[in-house]
């Protein structure tokens, strides 16, 4: 059974062009032509991966983090049985009704009860220094691999002409270069995939789960049908503004506004520019319009492209969430990821309500002691105006 559906799995014309047979791509004088058993590399090499970036966290991203100034936050709260079994057995978000039945077993006012649930909710939550080591990781990544694509491209024929993409189509020999490029990429986002669970888990959780395996079934599928010169000009268009982006993200978990609106803003010309004006325009014209010159519509031609045009519908996705940062960078003055919990905002309210806790009881002792909270003596019997 497993025997027959591989046969099926693996016909010509799921895969190739009509006339074209699988003898056609085997090695020869030299040559070295893609295989599916290729792949099977990245699986170790994105363990690998992950046991280089725990390495990297500990030994060069929270150093790093420590010179930003950037601690792990430690949320203290003063034990309660009571409530701490409400939390892991019914809710982190307790009703009005719910506040006001743990106030009176607890015997605590419900505004205490409130801050205690903000308090135990930002014990859950992933810290800045977590987020900051995810994202110099990736940064690191991306700069690296866009380096590497760069300078493995920059001598490459069809770099430049996208009629050189198609030519001698499929029997197109691999390249080390083109190998290590695909392998690495690959190998990236099964690592990122696996770390998911771990990961700091956004709004577009769904999004990233969608967008990492659509990336590594095309790679995949482009790998095995031959279409490496395309494949590598679409990594080297998506990585190039992922660094900018990783950037911004780690300014901004530093503290450092206005360099992380100015990445932000750089990242959102490069993201625009690669991905609505190069990819639909230069990537999809090469891969959807130029092949017809040369051979008639096939499977993996459509199938290929059909892929193309989803990671495509990703990028509006994603463009409308930059917009909405966008807006926040001009008119708000700030930018904050809109996929984040909101972890930041509760530690803010939380700070404010014991400054405003701290102030309130100043002006009851200021009072008690016949001051008001400008310290300024209040003579007795006479009223403000």
Request: charged letters at 20%; one cysteine or more.
């Amino acid at each position: 059974m497993f025997q027959k559906f591989k046969d099926w799995f693996w016909l010509e014309k799921f895969w190739l062009p009509p006339t074209i047979k699988w003898s056609d791509l085997e090695d020869h004088d030299g040559l070295v032509f893609v295989k599916a058993s290729h792949l099977y590399m990245t699986i170790p090499y994105a363990l690998l991966l992950m046991i280089v970036r725990y390495f990297f966290e500990k030994f060069v991203a929270t150093p790093l983090a420590n010179a930003f100034g950037i601690q792990k936050a430690v949320h203290k709260i003063k034990p309660n049985a009571i409530l701490e079994n409400f939390f892991k057995h019914s809710t982190s978000q307790p009703s009005h009704n719910d506040v006001y039945g743990l106030a009176k077993k607890c015997n605590l006012t419900e505004r205490q009860v409130e801050r205690w649930f903000r308090s135990r909710r930002n014990q859950e939550r992933p810290c800045r220094m977590k987020k900051f080591r995810e994202s110099c990781w990736r940064f690191t990544f991306y700069l690296m691999i866009t380096v590497a694509g760069v300078a493995f491209l920059y001598d490459k024929p069809w770099a430049y002409d996208l009629w050189e993409v198609w030519r001698d189509y499929p029997k197109q020999p691999l390249l080390p270069s083109q190998y290590w490029y695909y392998i690495l990429e690959m190998s990236f986002y099964w690592s990122l995939l696996f770390s998911l669970g771990s990961d700091i888990k956004r709004k577009d959780f769904l999004a990233h789960v969608i967008h990492h395996l659509a990336a590594i079934s095309l790679m995949s599928f482009s790998w095995c049908a031959n279409y490496i010169r395309s494949g590598t000009l679409v990594m080297l268009v998506h990585d190039v503004s992922d660094i900018w982006l990783e950037s911004a993200k780690m300014f901004s978990y530093a503290g450092w506004k206005q360099t992380c609106n100015a990445l932000f803003l750089i990242f959102s010309v490069v993201f625009f520019i690669s991905r609505f004006i190069i990819f639909p325009f230069w990537i999809l014209y090469c891969t959807l319009i130029l092949p017809l010159h040369y051979l008639e519509p096939f499977f993996s031609y459509i199938f290929l492209n059909l892929q193309l045009m989803i990671l495509q519908g990703l990028h509006l996705y994603w463009g409308y969430l930059i917009m909405k940062m966008l807006n926040r960078c001009i008119f708000m003055k700030s930018i904050q990821d809109v996929r984040s919990d909101n972890e930041e905002e509760e530690e803010e309210e939380e700070e404010e309500e014991e400054n405003e806790e701290d102030t309130n009881s100043k002006g009851t002792e200021y009072l008690k002691n016949g001051l008001g909270t400008n310290s300024h003596l209040i003579p007795n019997g006479q009223h403000t105006r």
